[in-house]
């Protein structure tokens, strides 16, 4: 089955524990997204990348890391999560055609930073 | 930058009627997409329904369909026969034709909550 799987689903943890949330597709898209939504905000775009080895800042980066450095996975890292961080995470992907690049998006990671 | 408004945080709607989601947008490109994304209490992101800016006709797909009207920048979905199903969260995003660099993201509305009476 085509998807992107995300993982953890739910995590509770504690300001400044070091956490990474793991995203995978498995359709060979070259495009991946990171979003976080919050209430009264929809959804933001944190980082994305268009390829292996190529990433870039969204609307929201600050205290979040990624790479890309095979086709399938891109990981989110928190490196020192803070409670502002608390939130509902998403990744993405799309394939690399002006004609179908519409996101699949993951099931979703729920944060909770105490 | 664009920008994505849905002013009606909820709305209401008896099974088996029709119902139509609000949104507007602004931006000062003249090729991209809108695209109308469900979220079940599940939390999945689903989408609905695309509208591509250059095409006239509206989009549909079965039991949703559009308004795209391009020179007032508004983009409405209608639901047409309401089912306990469709109670969800929808989001309205809009994304340039481009697909590069910062011009591949999705800007999304805030968002409404749709409920359905039985």
């Known amino acids: 089955e085509a998807q992107v799987t995300q993982n953890p689903r739910y995590l509770i943890t504690v300001t400044g524990k070091k956490l990474t949330v793991t995203c995978s597709q498995n359709m060979n898209h070259e495009y991946m997204s990171w979003y976080r939504q919050d209430p009264g905000l929809g959804l933001r775009q944190i980082y994305y990348?268009?390829?292996?080895?190529?990433?870039d800042k969204g609307d929201v980066p600050e205290g979040y890391k990624v790479s890309r450095k095979e086709k399938r996975n891109f990981p989110l890292i928190l490196e020192s999560p803070s409670p502002n961080q608390t939130s509902l995470y998403f990744c993405a992907s799309c394939p690399w055609d002006p004609g179908a690049n519409v996101l699949t998006f993951g099931a979703g990671s729920r944060l909770t930073v105490l | 930058a664009q920008t994505v408004t849905q002013s009606q945080p909820e709305m209401s709607v008896q099974e088996a009627e029709t119902v139509t989601l609000s949104c507007t947008y602004d931006?000062?490109?003249?090729?991209?997409?809108l695209f109308w994304y469900k979220q079940p209490p599940s939390r999945q992101m689903i989408l609905v329904i695309r509208q591509e800016a250059y095409k006239q006709q509206n989009a549909t797909e079965n039991r949703f369909s559009v308004n795209f009207q391009k020179a007032a920048k508004s983009f409405s979905l209608k639901i047409s026969d309401s089912q306990l199903g469709d109670a969800a969260m929808y989001f309205c995003?809009?994304?340039?034709?481009?697909?590069?660099?910062?011009?591949?993201?999705?800007?999304f509305g805030k968002g409404i909550t749709l409920s359905v009476r039985p």
């Open positions: 995003a809009y994304r340039s034709a481009l697909f590069t660099g910062a011009n591949s993201k999705l800007t």
């Open positions: 990348s268009m390829n292996v080895e190529v990433t």
């Open positions: 931006t000062s490109e003249s090729d991209y997409y």
